[in-house]
């Protein structure tokens, strides 16, 4: 039997927060996961973890890296908590641009213990 996380990629370009813990997530799990990252791998804390699936891209800025996430993927999760900024507001942009399917989540208001940090509930609200 074939459950619905079966049939999902989590796609991601593997920067710090939510970002790495959709991936930590997905490999805890045994789901397939990658995208793309700035070449060199270069994230805000320094050079990700090669257990991260990604391809790097040619380019070490981080624009690049989100355009080609957003073009490869058949939808995009966009989590946030706050004002809505920075390279969170850009993939917002880019899928707005370009026509993909995109859920934004505000998480302001929900409690730490809502989900229990369990990305189940925001899998649910990926569109199909």
């Known amino acids: 039997m074939t ?7 989590i796609v991601s370009g593997g920067q710090t927060g939510a970002d790495r ?5 997905a490999i805890a799990r045994g ?9 060199g791998r ?4 320094g050079v990700m973890d090669p257990r991260y699936q990604l391809i790097e891209t040619q380019s070490a800025n981080y624009r690049s ?7 490869d993927s058949d939808a ?9 900024e920075g390279g969170t507001l850009e993939t917002l ?5 370009t026509g993909r399917e995109f859920r934004l989540i505000q998480l302001d208001g929900f409690s730490d213990n809502e ?10 609200a990926i569109p199909r």
Do not use: Q
């Not at 459950?3 to 990629?9: A, G, H, I, R, S």
């Not at 890296?65 to 073009?71: D, L, Q, S």
């Not at 995009?76 to 809505?84: A, F, Q």
């Not at 989900?115 to 649910?124: I, N, Q, R």
């Open 3 to 9: 459950t619905e996380f079966e049939l999902l990629k």
């Open 93 to 97: 942009r880019i899928a707005e641009r």
């Open 115 to 124: 989900g229990g940090g369990d990305f189940s509930l925001l899998v649910a």
């Open 31 to 39: 789901l397939a996961h990658g995208g793309w990252c700035p070449n």
């Open 65 to 71: 890296r989100t355009i080609a996430n957003v073009r």
């Open 76 to 84: 995009t999760l966009i989590p946030n908590l706050g004002p809505l």
């Open 42 to 45: 270069k994230a805000e804390d």
């Open 21 to 25: 813990a959709a991936l930590d997530w």
